[in-house]
């Protein structure tokens, strides 16, 4: 098998706050494969946010790394220095963010956003401009020689963020990394983007790790989906398998035990009564007891640990 | 943009209208004969006769306001009660001393502050982030025409280190220069940390934000971040107070002034007014507030082109 | 009753921890007793003549020395106090009380009145404040009323301004149109329900004021334009330092000394009280 792109063995991330440590991700496992596409899914606070902070080490002052590693390619990425970390930002890693209204920098003209990151290079600047104008295009704006001259808000929310995807690409990533790039645009422009996405992906050849609380998007996006809750991997594997054969209850209850409803499925969540549990005060056993409906004695002493392969989840219920 | 301008100094325009009615106002509104209070009690009879004659004293109010403001169109704003020069010529004469002082003042102000801000939200409450706050309130709070008199008893009258009076040579630059210091430093002082301040907060603000995120995200050089990306959005603030702050300047200025013994707008309308010379005295007012209406509009319209975002929008701030 | 005073002691407490704002209300504490014991702290009379022992530096008999006609500083500085606090506390009591009144009108008053209200504050702040009051003095003659008339007339259109910001932000709000939908009067709005959440924020902005106050009033009296002699005021002693400058520094030494202790103090002080009472007012919200 080919070196993944991303592997995370055993990530443990914990926030230094008054409350307490927080524990916010607990011993996370995931391999990205080169050419593929990822996608994550859970509930606010169930750690995303921070998994991707810790992937391109970005993490808030009062963080800390508790243990593990993050692979990318063959470089340990915790082990690097900053200087070294900051070559990889933008150039082999990109992010694409939630919220394309305040993610661009209000007082720059697009055009000048998107030849500054292109900063290492030495092209003249009418190369710098003639690249970013042929990304913009690719990823289906109209007009994109006008577009560089305009300031972030004159444009609408769905042109923001595919100039934000177009910036992503720019410099061909090894791994596109995309949090929730959908949920702030509404119904119609989400479908537009993610299959301009698809393609773009299939142009490119990245590997996308996606994150979206969009249950049908994921469906259709990714191959392979990994379920969060509360700071750890429920269950992972092919999303054809997971979504379909789900073993994890709290998989299940985000199906609602109806597979063929993904494909009308609200656009958020189904809420699942009751909350996550305190991060600074975390029970003993399985961190979804309290929410599940099948748990057996087990589940309050000891952690499930995520096996069964390809397609693994983490609950003792399932591994019987 | 042009439209936004137009509007703008269509209310710029209004303001001062009234401003120098209310100024006119005031002439007509003390006890006395009109005559007696523009001239002051220092002038003779015949004076006031010919000027009540001349200006339609006995006329309705309002075709004398008409006439008031056609002298103001031409430029004609009196004439001097003892030497008969014109007021706009005397005033004039006497405007550069003043905006190379308020000029130096600034200049000063922002090319410390803007780093020292800059740097106390970079190095949040290291020692330097705390003296600056403690330096800051308290030579915003001290008046100025204190700091310049204490300025004046040690560097210039003690230790002679910069002159105590004048504007220095007329041509000479450097002597000039030297005569600037110390009044520039009182003037400006206060504003250094005014400045520090503003930029302080204003760059913790525009640290947080999103779009400072996704350019770390991109990697670029922390230094490119601070200076090019959050700096740029947070000194706009600073724009806009120091187009407000140039009316305390001017205020500030007269002190100086007139503790320097400088040259300028704030002498020459302390001397008319303790001699009762009200066409200079008028006249220095109206100028002064001209100057202030216009630095408060230019300061809007370049916070305006610095900032898009505000072109677009209804109402200004 | 129990509900005030657990929030004055505790403001009073959150104060005590931040030695700035401490130090600054000690300041304040100690200018104000000064200046009303004035009579009784001052060894001299402050007016009292005697042209021999003219610009001396400190002595015991004279501990800030003597002004250039033998008058002992230390009792004008005191005397001057008074002087500093009836203006600080007239003008900012009376710009104040009109300030809300006219700012609340234009706050929830119609459009129109709002507008030409605005233009009127707008008028007043684009004389620049000494060049306004050098003006009104030129006609009418110098006198401490003067000045006390010309701060007025200048604070109006700044207190005004933010009341009226309040009002309006306030006017919106659920309660508000509550009270209007039970046919409540729009006096009745005003004094119980707006008054009471703009009070503190204005109170704060009121006591950072006093240092700009005292400080015009300075410097009005330093340009001659205020207290006619031989009263003291802290402006008039350093006019008068000034003009013997080479002959003696101290006064002008001593002149500015309770300057820069009131405007630091009652700074610092007001931005302690402000950093205090901020976020508690943001935590509390809505009407008492």
Not at chain 1, 101 to 115: C, E, F, H, K, W
Request: with cysteine; hydrophobic share 50%.
């Amino acid at each position: 098998m080919a070196t993944p792109v991303l592997d995370i063995r055993d990530l443990s991330v914990s926030y230094r706050s008054d409350g307490g440590l927080l524990r916010a991700l607990r011993n996370i496992n995931m391999q990205i494969q080169p050419g593929r596409i990822v996608g994550i899914v859970g509930e606010s606070g169930c750690g995303k946010s921070t998994l991707i902070s810790a992937i391109i080490r970005l993490l808030a002052p009062n963080a800390q790394i508790d243990g593990g590693s993050i692979q990318f390619k063959d470089t340990d990425l915790l082990a690097l220095d900053p200087e070294t970390m900051r070559a990889l930002r933008g150039v082999d890693i990109s992010m694409v963010f939630q919220d394309p209204m305040t993610s661009l920098n209000p007082v720059m003209t697009i055009g000048r956003q998107m030849t500054d990151i292109q900063y290492r290079d030495n092209r003249s600047k009418a190369e710098k401009l003639a690249r970013a104008t042929s990304l913009l295009e690719r990823v289906g704006m109209a007009d994109p020689a006008e577009q560089l001259n305009r300031y972030p808000h004159h444009l609408s929310g769905g042109m923001r963020q595919r100039v934000a995807i177009a910036m992503a690409l720019m410099t061909e990533p090894a791994l596109l990394i995309a949090d929730e790039p959908t949920t702030a645009l509404d119904a119609t422009l989400e479908v537009q983007i993610i299959h301009r996405l698809q393609q773009l992906q299939r142009d490119f050849g990245c590997a996308i790790l996606f994150i979206s609380h969009h249950l049908g998007v994921i469906a259709e996006l990714c191959d392979e989906v990994a379920v969060m809750y509360a700071g750890e991997v429920v269950e992972s594997g092919p999303t054809r398998d997971v979504f379909l054969k789900a073993r994890h209850p709290y998989t299940r209850k985000l199906l609602e035990c109806d597979p063929a409803r993904i494909e009308q499925a609200t656009r958020n969540l189904p809420v699942i009564p009751g909350g996550l549990p305190d991060l600074s005060d975390l029970p003993d056993g399985c961190v979804f007891r309290a929410r599940c409906d099948v748990s057996i004695d087990v589940c309050a002493r000891a952690r499930p640990p995520l096996d069964g392969g390809d397609h693994c989840t983490a609950c003792h219920v399932a591994a019987q | 943009m042009l439209k936004f301008i137009t509007r703008r100094a269509l209310l710029a325009l209004l303001i001062l209208f009234l401003a120098v009615s209310l100024l006119f106002a005031m002439i007509h509104m003390m006890p006395g004969d009109p005559a007696s209070v523009i001239l002051g009690p220092k002038a003779s009879p015949a004076l006031k006769a010919e000027l009540s004659q001349r200006m339609g004293l006995d006329q309705p109010l309002l075709v004398q306001l008409g006439h008031f403001y056609a002298d103001l169109a031409r430029g004609n704003l009196g004439v001097d009660v003892f030497s008969d020069r014109q007021v706009s010529e005397i005033v004039f004469e006497q405007l550069p001393y003043t905006l190379a002082l308020v000029l130096a003042a600034i200049g000063g102000a922002t090319l410390l502050g803007i780093p020292l801000g800059c740097f106390s939200a970079i190095k949040r409450n290291s020692l330097l982030d705390r003296v600056t706050a403690v330096m800051s309130v308290a030579f915003i709070a001290i008046p100025s025409f204190v700091v310049a008199l204490y300025l004046l008893l040690w560097l210039a009258v003690n230790w002679r280190w910069f002159p105590a009076m004048g504007a220095g040579a007329s041509g000479d630059i450097a002597d000039q220069a030297r005569h600037l210091v110390l009044p520039a430093i009182a003037l400006g002082l206060g504003w250094v940390g005014y400045i520090a301040r503003l930029v302080r907060a204003s760059m913790l603000e525009v640290m947080e934000e999103n779009h400072i995120r996704t350019a770390r995200a991109f990697g670029l050089p922390e230094r490119t971040i601070i200076v090019h990306y959050a700096l740029r959005i947070a000194v706009l603030p600073t724009v806009t107070i120091l187009g407000l702050g140039i009316g305390a300047m001017l205020s500030g200025a007269l002190f100086a002034e007139i503790v320097f013994s400088r040259p300028g707008i704030g002498k020459l309308l302390h001397e008319a007014v303790s001699t009762r010379n009200y066409p200079v005295v008028m006249g220095s007012v109206l100028v002064t507030t001209t100057f202030f209406v216009l630095s408060t509009l230019v300061s809007d319209i370049i916070n305006a082109a610095l900032d898009p975002r505000l072109r677009d929008s209804g109402r200004s701030s | 009753m129990s509900k005030e005073s657990g929030f004055l002691s505790e403001t009073f407490a959150s104060l005590r921890k931040d030695p700035l704002g401490m130090a600054g209300l000690i300041l304040v504490v100690m200018i104000l007793l000064a200046s009303i014991f004035a009579s009784q702290l001052a060894p001299h009379d402050p007016l009292e003549v005697d042209v021999y022992n003219r610009l001396q530096s400190p002595t015991w008999q004279h501990w800030l020395g003597t002004d250039q006609l033998g008058r002992d500083v230390l009792s004008r500085v005191l005397f001057g106090g008074r002087i500093a606090l009836k203006v600080a506390l007239v003008a900012i009591s009376i710009s104040l009380s009109i300030g809300l009144l006219l700012g609340m009108m234009a706050g929830f008053g119609p459009q129109w009145l709002d507008r030409l209200l605005v233009v009127c504050f707008d008028t007043l702040r684009s004389f620049p404040t000494i060049m306004f009051a050098l003006a009104v003095v030129a006609l009418t003659g110098p006198s401490l009323n003067t000045v006390i008339g010309v701060i007025i007339i200048t604070s109006i259109p700044v207190y005004a301004r933010i009341v009226r910001t309040q009002t309006q932000a306030l006017r919106d709000h659920d309660f508000i149109l509550a009270e209007r939908a039970m046919g409540a009067s729009t006096a009745r709005i005003l004094s119980y329900h707006i008054l009471p959440n703009i009070a503190a924020p204005l109170l704060i902005l009121a006591s950072m004021d006093v240092p700009a106050v005292v400080g015009m009033e300075a410097g009005l009296s330093f340009l001659g334009l205020g207290v006619s002699p031989p009263t003291a005021s802290w402006g008039s002693i350093l006019n008068d330092g000034y003009s013997y400058l080479r002959n003696s520094p101290w006064p002008i030494i001593a002149g500015g000394i309770p300057l820069i202790l009131v405007t630091l103090g009652f700074t610092f002080f007001g931005e302690s009280l402000r950093d205090i009472l901020d976020p508690k007012l943001r935590g509390k919200g809505g009407a008492s």
